[in-house]
């Protein structure tokens, strides 16, 4: 599970999807559609708009959802940026009183924080690629948008039927390319120029969409997109 607090006026997005072997796939008119080869892919099943309020209503309503659906703190990740830190703070340390699920000795759960203005990580987005996240993008905040896209181009996230179709304008309308100043590292435009340029709220849906799938990157070794005609290594052999 993923969540955005949206502390800028804008909607408190939740999405919750899974991670695993996929054999197949069914369309929205119900046909399923084997694949030829199993792959370890995602499914996101739902993304949510949550009632506003203040840290701790957002933390109560973040923390009851995941305990419902049995979350445990290393597959759930939040914005942390700006004044979220404070839904991330008391989400980690109440974990144990209110969620209940997952198993660590600490008085702080392990969930996975995301501050947008931090460094992009080393974790290979591609079987392609040549270089790290870390090497193409100027922040974490273009990681998630840009892995995700590959993600989708590669064929490796499905959509549940539960998802609001509005996210899918967000992920469209967020433009990219390189700042100056940034040499060739890719970045996603700013929340404020999106804003400004669009008329739209903030594209909550798809930040929240984005950490959940980067949390199932970040925790599932297997889940390595590749394109379609490109062999095997060694080593999977």
Known sequence: AAFDPAYTGDQPAFAVGRVGKAVAWESFDGVRHDLEDPITA???DVIGILPRGDTQDLADEVLSRCAQLNIIPEHFS????????????????????????????????????????QSPTEVKVCEE?????????DRICSELWYAAAKMFEFGYVKIGRAVDSAVYEEWAARRGGSKVGQGKKQSVEGKDDYK??????????????????????????????????????????
């Open 78 to 117: 939040i914005d942390r940026t700006g004044t979220g830190i404070g839904v991330h703070d008391i989400i980690r340390r109440q974990w144990k009183a209110k969620a209940k699920t997952g198993s660590f000795e600490e008085n702080s759960a392990p969930i996975y924080g995301i501050n947008y203005a």
């Open 42 to 44: 995602c499914q996101i």
């Open 129 to 137: 690629d040549t270089q790290t996240p870390k090497e193409l993008y």
């Open 196 to 237: 400004s340029r669009t008329g739209k709220p903030s594209p909550d849906r798809a930040d929240a969409a984005n950490m959940l799938l980067h949390v199932m990157r970040c925790t599932n070794a297997a889940l390595i997109p590749k394109a379609k005609d490109t062999e095997p290594d060694k080593q999977e052999l």
